[in-house]
């Protein structure tokens, strides 16, 4: 039985930089791991061959990946080789480069109300944070007016049942759950969006399992799940988002390959940022695959998942204001 999650207030105006700051703070693991070489390497030396190589081994062991890493230094060698630099103004150019990486995927997931409900199934490894992904953004969508349904499609673990049934009830979004574990997952998501469709949602959020240890079966139950609610709408699901936890680094990138052999994944979600010393990951990510990141995950509250912004991101990730 998953912990009742503590009733949080209604959220205050926010001062300037609170959520900058957040995200600074979920990042400060992550960005110790990337400055403290780069503090050390760089003050005052000339950017030679040598001071290129161990930024490259920097960028790579804090979790940003060897494409994006390679892709970084050249920028360097480019407009810096030979120029005598500061650790800061490594740090400054270097949070624009991230930035450049980042930037064309940093895409807010529109939701499409002529299409309503819109319909978005939420994909991803056990342990990832799916449901509570899905808890925040119900949450998120039922304060800016919206009619929320949730469906708690991981119909075989009843912590994930319970977990989002508990969500529902704090934020007063009603939950299409199984009459027992073990149902079939298909048949409650066409339950939900029939459901969905008669009570006028606006958005309805499909929780799946993440089994990988059966890969084939899970491929299965996602394609099946998709095959029976375009029965009832043949444009669902509108979104699919596949959550991440940016504490397994670069095993993240073998889940989006994964994932995206299973279903036609079209943004992400990366979550627990705050527990994380491989922030990096985002840059690895986006690089590689240049999926959409719609959200980013740094703290337990509804509040702490937000709208990914790039240029944020890549100077919280080398600590700069």
């Not at 669902?236 to 994932?259: C, R």
């Amino acid at each position: 039985m998953p912990d009742t999650p503590e009733r949080e207030p209604e959220p205050e105006p926010e001062q300037r930089g609170g959520w900058f700051a957040r995200l600074k703070a979920g990042l400060s693991r992550s960005t110790a791991r990337l400055t403290e070489t780069i503090t050390t390497v760089f003050r005052k030396r000339k950017l030679d061959d040598e001071a290129l190589e161990e930024l490259e081994d920097t960028l790579i062991t804090a979790d940003l990946g060897l494409p994006a890493a390679r892709r970084i230094v050249e920028g360097f060698r480019k407009t810096r080789f030979g120029k005598e630099v500061t650790d800061e103004e490594v740090k400054a150019t270097l949070a624009e480069s991230i930035a450049e990486i980042l930037v064309p995927v940093a895409k807010p997931l529109e939701l499409r109300p002529a299409r309503a409900p819109h319909v978005v199934l939420v994909v991803g490894v056990n342990g990832t944070g799916k449901t509570t992904t899905i808890a925040k953004l119900g949450q998120q969508y039922r304060r800016e007016g919206l009619k929320v349904m949730l469906a708690a499609g991981d119909t075989f673990r009843a912590a994930a049942v319970e977990q989002l049934q508990i969500w529902g009830e704090r934020t007063g979004c009603p939950v299409v759950a199984p009459a027992k574990m073990g149902a079939d997952a298909a048949g409650l998501a066409h339950d939900a969006l029939a459901r969905a469709k008669a009570e006028g949602m606006d958005v309805l959020l499909i929780d799946t399992a993440g089994r990988l240890h059966n890969k084939s079966a899970l491929m299965e139950e996602l394609r099946k799940i998709i095959r029976v609610i375009r029965r009832l709408d043949e444009t669902a699901p509108h979104s699919v988002l596949l959550t991440l936890d940016a504490t397994t680094g670069q095993n993240a990138l073998s889940q989006v390959k994964v994932f995206r052999e299973m279903v036609e994944v079209d943004g992400l979600a990366v979550t627990k940022l705050d527990g994380s010393a491989k922030g990096g990951v985002v840059v690895a990510l986006a690089q590689e695959f240049g999926l959409p990141v719609h959200f980013v995950g740094v703290g337990e509250k509804a509040d702490d998942l937000r709208p990914f912004t790039a240029r944020d991101f890549a100077r919280g990730l080398v600590g700069l204001d």
